[in-house]
Structure formats: structure tokens, C-alpha cells
């Protein structure tokens, strides 16, 4: 399906202000179409014949024409603007609410920096289809049949030759848009290239800057932005030679016009008056031709632009809720996993055949080596992604039967980076609950060990913490995002090595505020230090996707299995190899 008929399809809730565009349009085309036959009654009538009685009738009449189309291009100017920019802000909100729909597995796929430019600057591009190139294009097209015909009803034999290379001008317009085409898609893409790269380079701004990197990191950059300039290079170079040659058919077809025009007028074919409308229409027909070829390069670029926005919204989500999905109603956190296995496409078995019944308000501790499948357990309960086989169930509901925003209202995550919004500390906190009070939000701060900290800061609650709140410590963002699950009041924690990123001051604060936080709740806790760990009702260690031990601390003490081998070795201090595998391991 063609990017333009794709985009009139999305035009459709417009139509009545792009119809009432349309007749503005017909009117205008039609007062630019009868200015040249008041010229030629102008030189026939009143200066050959001396019909001065029509002197004053024909000025108004070309006066008035003027004003009919001056006022119908505003009015149409006016429609299709503001039809454009609804389009876009349309297409905006539709095409984020189908990335906001997506898996995590897809974001994972893409560049952040790619996207934006899809986001961004592909949308803006077809903004300026939507505004300028629909109504240029059909603009021009109805003046040019329109003086075709009319050319052609003055004298046939002028009217064809003034015609005829307008042919070739098309048959170029065809070979020029099969080559430009891929040349502009590739131009597209090397432009979110582009985007991509600005992006990492600014968002590792700091890592740049401590290994001393700033010349490297510009080189890669400047690689980037190059390899979109040579591609843009090809599309001037196809348009330079494209666009001269338009032109130097409309000379030839001037030269037609004028010649073979005198000629019959010599002959007495034509008037002189007959000649000097032709001529007039003459401007009317190659001036459009010419601006169609602008256009036609607009709406190539555009095409490719259209090109990767639709592609976006073609992906379809690997996750949905099913058509008869209902809200999961409020639960008390019994969670259940009934021979579950999950692979991501780059690496098989994370999670094989796992069992495990989660009683609601336990605390499960989840501990093994790196990569043995502890945060990809951890995000099939919010379903983040499916399972390949098997199920899990919360309260009895499984999971794929609930919408998925229901779900994941009663599941509260801290995770070891969370993440802050470049808004005040008040609004990142409400993140947690947007409908929550001020009151609600520092009684919230306060359970998170936050509050001390938060008025002492010059604005307090409304202090902006920065992008991804780079304003605070790592101790104070941790704070904030607890606060955050606090106001929230879920059913189940997450906590993916909540302390693990924060100064050894601020870890005993944490660790106090999630003590209080987990109470009453059912927790699932991933931390490298197994100190934290042992407090958990239930401890169940994985190595390489599988349950291999599983009881209270004291119970795999006694087992004297991994989990005992690794909690001597910490216990120990001794920093063995074993020690290390552990340490910090999902």
C-alpha cells in the first residue's frame, strides 16, 4: 500500500474542512483560468474592434477575479494548515501509543535515537505533504488540465503543440522518481543514524569524559553525519540534473508557443487576441508543470519519510491483551508458576521448567550465578514477556487472561537504576499514583526515609532533579523511587538489587525504608548480598535457568549446597572466583 494512499486513508476525518478546501480550490483555479480570455477580449474587442463600452466591464471582471482567488487560496491556506497540523498531532499520539504498546524485547531491538527521528522528523515531513503537497500537486493539476482544454478548444493545432512536451516532462518525472526513491529512503535512515549517535554520544556524556574519549567519540560521529551527507549528495545529483531538464522543456514548449503561434497568425488562424490568451495560458500550464515537479521531489521524500513512520505502526505488539482480557481485580499476592520455561532469541534456556508457589505476603529471595535467570523471572510477573511454555497466575487469574495495565498496577518494581523524570521531586514521586495529594506523596517520602533529605534542599518537593535525576545521589534517587512504589501500595514488590548502586551511608537508610515497604506484601528480592537475602521467607537459588535449591536460610545452610558455599564465601570476605559469579548476578 502506497504512503499517499495510506495518508489520505488517515485524512478521512477531515474531509469536510479538505472538501470546503477543495471548491476554494475549483473557484480559485477557475478565476485564473478566465483572466487570460479577458485579456484576449481585451485586445480583440476593445483596442482592435474599439468596443469601448467593454472596457470597464472587463477591468472589474479581471478585478474580480483577483479578489475570488486571493480570498479562496487564504481560506484554503487557512483549512489546510490547520487539517495539517491536526494530522500530525494525530499521528504523533497514535504512533507513541503504538510504541508505548510494545514489548520490552522491541525497544531492546532499536535505537532510542532512531525512533525519535521517526518520531520527530519523518512526521514532519509528511506534515508538509499534508499542507503543502496534496494541495500544491492537485492545485496544479487542475490548472494544467484546465488550460489544456482550453488551449486546445481556442485552436486545436496551437493548443496540441503547446501540449505535447508536457508528455516528456512526466515520462521523466516517472524514470527520475523510480532512481530518487531509495536514495531518499536510505537518506532517512542515515539520518536516524545520525539521531542515534548524538543520542548515545550526550546520554554517555560522563564516560566520554572519563576515559578522556571526546576525540573518538567526535571522529565516530563525524563518520556518521558524513555517510548522511554522501547520501544526500545522490539525491542532488539526480535532482540537479532532473529538475534543468523540466525546466529547458518548458522553453522548448515556449518556443513552440510563440513560434508556431505567429506563424498562424501570419496564416490568419488566430487572432492576435487568441495568441496573447495562449500565451497568458502558456504560464498558467508550464508554471504548474514546473511547480509539479518541485512537488513530485517533496512528496519522494516524503514517501520515504511516510515510509518508516508506517513501518513503526505496522509492527504489531509480541504482547497483547486478549480480546476477552478482564480487569484483574484487587489481589492479595498469591503467585504461582506452573512449569514455566522462557528463551530470549539470542540465547536458549534462561528458564527451564520451573514450579514454584508463592503464598501471598512472603518474602522470596532469588540468588545464583550471573545469568542464571533471576531478573527474566522477575520480569514474566508484570509480563514484560510471555513464557514459551507453561503459566503463571496471580490469585488464581492467569496472566495472559487480565489486561495487562491492571496487572501491573498491583506490582510495584525498585530496580538497581530507577529511573527519574527531568520533573520536580513531588511529580516523580506521583509518578507512583498521579491522582495521589501533596500530603499523600510526603506521608509516602517519609515511609521511603526521604523526607529529611527533600526539605532540605532549596525548593524541597518541588526541587527539579535533573534528566534521569542527575541533580541527586544515587542514595536519594533510590529514596524517591521507593517512595514512589509507597504511594503506589502494590499487592507484589519487585526489588531487582535495589541497594546495590548506592553509597555505603545511604544503604542502611535503604535498606530500613524497603524493610517497610515489603511488610504485608508479597516481595520478590534479587541482591547480590545474600546478608539481605537471608531474611527472606523463602530462598530459592537458579543456576543456568534452573531450580537447584530451595527452603529458609537456614535450611539451605544445612543442605550445604551453592547457596551455603556462597553466603561462607561472603561471610568469609574471601574473594574467590565462585564469590565473584555470584556477585551481582541476574
Partial sequence: MS????????????RLSLMVGLLCLLLSTGAMLLQPVFWQKMVDQVLDKKQTDLFWPLILAMLGCGVLNAFCGGLRSWLLERTGQKFVLELRRSLYAHLQSQSLSFFHDRRTGDLISRVIGDIDTLQEVVINGIDGFLSNILSMIGVAVVLVLYN???????????FVTFTLMYRYNKKVKPVYRA???????????????????????????????????EETIRAFFMQNLLGISLRTKFMPAVQFISHVGSFISIGYGAYLVMNKEVSVGVLVA?????????????????INDMLQ????????????????????????????????????????????????????????????????????????????????????????????????????????????????????????????????????????????AERAARDANAHEFIEKLPKGYDTMVGERGVKLSGGQRQRIAIARAFLANPAILLLDEATSAVEPESEAIIQQALDRL??????????????????????????????????????LLDGNGLYAQMYRMQMEGAPSAAQLAAGGGK
Avoid at 3 to 14: C, D, E, Q
Avoid at 191 to 200: A, I, M, T
Avoid at 278 to 294: E, F, M, N
Avoid at 531 to 543: F, G, H, N, P
Fill in 187 to 221: 537518506a532517512r535512515d542515515k539520518l536516524g543514524d545520525v539521531s542515534s549517535k548524538l543520542q548515545e554520544n550526550l546520554t554517555g556524556v560522563q564516560s566520554v569524559k572519563a576515559f578522556a574519549r571526546e576525540e573518538q567519540a567526535a571522529s565516530k560521529f
Fill in 518 to 555: 515489603m511488610s504485608g506484601r508479597t516481595t520478590f528480592v534479587i541482591s547480590h548480598r545474600l546478608s539481605i537475602i537471608r531474611a527472606c521467607d523463602l530462598i530459592v537459588i537458579l543456576e543456568n535457568g534452573v531450580r537447584i535449591e530451595q527452603g529458609s536460610h537456614q535450611e
Fill in 156 to 166: 486545436w493545432k496551437l493548443g496540441l503543440a503547446t501540449v505535447a512536451p508536457v
Fill in 3 to 14: 504512503v499517499l494512499y495510506r495518508v489520505l486513508k488517515l485524512l478521512r476525518p477531515y
Fill in 301 to 440: 521524500r516524503a514517501s520515504a519519510a511516510g515510509g518508516r513512520v508506517f513501518d513503526l505502526l505496522d509492527t504489531k505488539p509480541e504482547l497483547s491483551d486478549a480480546p476477552n482480557a478482564i480487569e484483574l481485580p484487587k489481589v492479595k499476592g498469591e503467585v504461582v508458576f506452573h512449569h514455566v520455561s522462557f528463551n530470549y532469541a539470542s540465547r536458549n534456556g534462561i528458564v527451564k521448567d520451573l514450579s514454584l508457589r508463592v503464598p501471598a505476603g512472603t518474602r522470596v529471595g532469588l540468588a545464583g550465578p550471573s545469568g542464571a535467570g533471576k531478573s527474566t523471572l522477575l520480569n514474566l510477573i508484570p509480563r514484560f514477556y510471555d513464557p514459551q511454555s507453561g503459566s503463571i497466575s496471580i490469585d488464581g487469574h492467569d496472566l495472559k487472561s487480565v489486561t495487562q495495565s491492571s496487572l501491573r498496577r498491583q506490582i510495584g518494581m525498585v530496580l538497581q537504576e530507577s529511573f527519574l523524570f527531568n520533573d520536580s521531586i513531588l511529580e516523580n514521586i506521583r509518578f507512583g499514583r498521579p491522582s495521589a495529594t501533596r500530603e499523600e
Fill in 278 to 294: 495562449c500565451r497568458g495560458y502558456w504560464w498558467q500550464l508550464y508554471g504548474p508543470v514546473y511547480s509539479i515537479a518541485g
